[in-house]
């Protein structure tokens, strides 16, 4: 049995506590309520579009979160744009965590091919 599968659990992991992070640090600062109880479950949505639809339903799922929260446009969209930068720079570098550890174990699809550049982009433009 490969290693395909548990990498995969691994990078969803990931990209949900990025999305909870994200998340959380921008509800918090921002607009000043909390990220608990059924709201817990929004991160893991975040991070399943993120990972099968791309960037851009993924960041229009954020906005929508934080106009259904209450929040004014302009609020929403400052909100959704540190969030999602939050949730990026986490994406990224789990991305080359996964890269690195793909490649010393031989795992396909996580291995690391051509320059850094390359890498990252494959990690954000999905």
């Given at each position: 049995m490969g290693l395909e599968v548990p990498f995969e659990l691994l990078e969803l992991f990931f990209l949900t506590l990025s999305a909870y992070w994200g998340?959380?640090?921008?509800v918090e600062a921002?607009?000043?309520?909390?990220?608990?109880?059924?709201?817990?479950?929004?991160?893991?949505?975040?991070?399943?579009?993120?990972?099968y639809f791309g960037f851009l339903p993924?960041?229009?799922?954020?906005?929508l979160f934080f106009l259904l929260k209450g929040?004014?446009?302009v609020l929403s969209l400052t909100a959704?744009?540190?969030?999602?930068?939050?949730?990026?720079?986490?994406a990224?570098?789990?991305?080359?965590?996964?890269?690195?550890?793909?490649?010393?174990?031989?795992?396909?699809?996580?291995e690391i091919h051509g320059t850094l550049e390359e890498l990252l982009h494959r990690a954000v433009m999905r």
């Open positions: 998340l959380k640090t921008t921002l607009t000043y309520l909390r990220l608990r109880g059924g709201l817990l479950t929004f991160p893991f949505l975040f991070a399943l579009a993120f990972k993924s960041f229009i799922l954020v906005v929040n004014g446009l959704s744009v540190f969030a999602f930068t939050l949730f990026l720079i986490g990224i570098a789990s991305t080359l965590t996964l890269g690195i550890l793909g490649t010393a174990l031989s795992v396909p699809g996580y």
